[in-house]
């Protein structure tokens, strides 16, 4: 496994190194809140085991990537936000401004969101 995934800032919270206020948490999944917010509800998904983004997702993945998107939705019905809507965002590599090499889906809502985004 490429230890720049496995030594990032989500392998490590995934893995409870880092203390997050827990959203959301199953078997395969952990959801917390983002730590600079870009809407009033922004929270993080990111699988428990390590994946670099969406692109590098190989169909052993499948059932893993469909509960993150479960998770999703379940996160969204936590927060409230799940009537008037929402936003999920999967960052992936450089262009895509992928920041954390870690797979995490963002959760955005309690506003009216602008599309494309910039
Ligand atoms: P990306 O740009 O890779 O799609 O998203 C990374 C996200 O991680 C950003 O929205 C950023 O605010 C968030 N982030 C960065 N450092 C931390 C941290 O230490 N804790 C939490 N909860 N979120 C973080």
């Known amino acids: 496994?490429?230890?720049e995934i496995t030594d990032s800032l989500f392998?490590?919270?995934a893995r409870g190194?880092?203390?997050v206020t827990v959203v959301y948490e199953d078997e395969?999944?952990?959801a917390f809140p983002d730590i600079s917010p870009q809407a009033p509800v922004h929270i993080l998904v990111i699988p428990k085991r390590p994946v670099r983004n969406v692109l590098t997702l190989s169909a052993a993945d499948g059932e893993m990537a469909g509960h993150l998107l479960l998770a999703?939705?379940?996160v969204a019905r936590r927060m409230g936000i799940e009537a008037d809507g929402c936003r999920v965002v999967?960052?992936?590599g450089k262009a895509g401004g992928q920041t954390v090499p870690y797979l995490h889906a963002h959760v955005l809502g309690g506003r009216d969101l602008a599309w494309p985004p910039g």
């Open 1 to 3: 496994m490429d230890t």
């Open 11 to 13: 392998a490590r919270i």
């Open 17 to 19: 190194e880092i203390p």
């Open 28 to 30: 395969h999944v952990l």
């Open 72 to 74: 999703c939705a379940e």
């Open 90 to 92: 999967l960052n992936a």
